[in-house]
T-cell receptor, first 118, second 114 residues
Framework: GAGVSQSPSNKVTEKGKDVELRCDPISGHTALYWYRQSLGQGLEFLIYFQGNSAPDKSGLPSDRFSAERTGGSVSTLTIQRTQQEDSAVYLC????????????????FGPGTRLLVL | SQQGEEDPQALSIQEGENATMNCSYKTSINNLQWYRQNSGRGLVHLILIRSNEREKHSGRLRVTLDTSKKSSSLLITASRAADTASYFCATAPNYGGSQGNLIFGKGTKLSVKP
């Protein structure tokens, strides 16, 4: 596609419910990232996928958070038993994966999913 | 943890003026990137400067990097109302750990008044 897309744009849920957030990266990009941005804050790294390698989950804040990437393309971030502190904008980004590592690459961001946990 | 810290947190200028934003970081880096964010949504990459570069230009943007002071600045010349956005620096630390972990600062909120 033309850019990174995310769905839904907005999600309101009740505390304790599970939510799934979806990310469609740019076609052909092998690297995919999830970030979280709380109000007025910078981006907090959550997880990184590169091709078929095991994902880097070092940023996931708790075991309630998980993500998968099926077929090396679409990714789903799942938050189980949501808490009010999970309220944030969840941003997905992708990069080509060709420049010798993500630290050298431009990341292309989706518009984000704004999650509100009541 | 936050590595990059932007300064100032907020900046308000008149159209046509120059805007300067600064970023300081703590550890040795491979490169430093600047991103722009409109209205709390997706970020747009502006420029990447490598650790062996001192200055880089892109249109009305000028980025400098001083690795001895662990700081970078982003200059926007002849600002326009459309430049109103939050600007973030992101560093790629030069140490082991997450290969995907670009570390973002909290951003500078720029407001350009017409």
């Amino acid at each position: 596609g033309a850019g990174v897309s995310q769905s839904p744009s907005n999600k309101v849920t009740e505390k304790g419910k599970d939510v799934e957030l979806r990310c469609d990266p740019i076609s052909g990009h092998t690297a995919l990232y999830w970030y979280r941005q709380s109000l007025g804050q910078g981006l907090e790294f959550l997880i990184y996928f590169q091709g078929n390698s095991a994902p880097d989950k070092s940023g996931l804040p708790s075991d309630r958070f998980s993500a998968e990437r099926t077929g090396g393309s679409v990714s789903t971030l799942t938050i189980q038993r949501t808490q009010q502190e999970d309220s944030a904008v969840y941003l997905c980004a992708s990069s080509s994966g060709l420049a010798g590592g993500p630290r050298w690459e431009t990341q292309y961001f989706g518009p984000g999913t704004r999650l509100l946990v009541l | 943890s936050q590595q990059g810290e932007e300064d100032p947190q907020a900046l308000s200028i008149q159209e046509g003026e120059n805007a300067t934003m600064n970023c300081s970081y703590k550890t040795s880096i491979n490169n430093l990137q600047w991103y722009r964010q409109n209205s709390g949504r997706g970020l747009v990459h502006l420029i990447l400067i490598r650790s062996n570069e001192r200055e880089k230009h892109s249109g009305r943007l000028r980025v400098t990097l001083d690795t001895s002071k662990k700081s970078s600045s982003l200059l926007i010349t002849a600002s326009r109302a459309a430049d109103t956005a939050s600007y973030f620096c992101a560093t790629a630390p030069n140490y082991g750990g997450s290969q995907g972990n670009l570390i973002f600062g909290k951003g500078t909120k720029l407001s350009v008044k017409p």
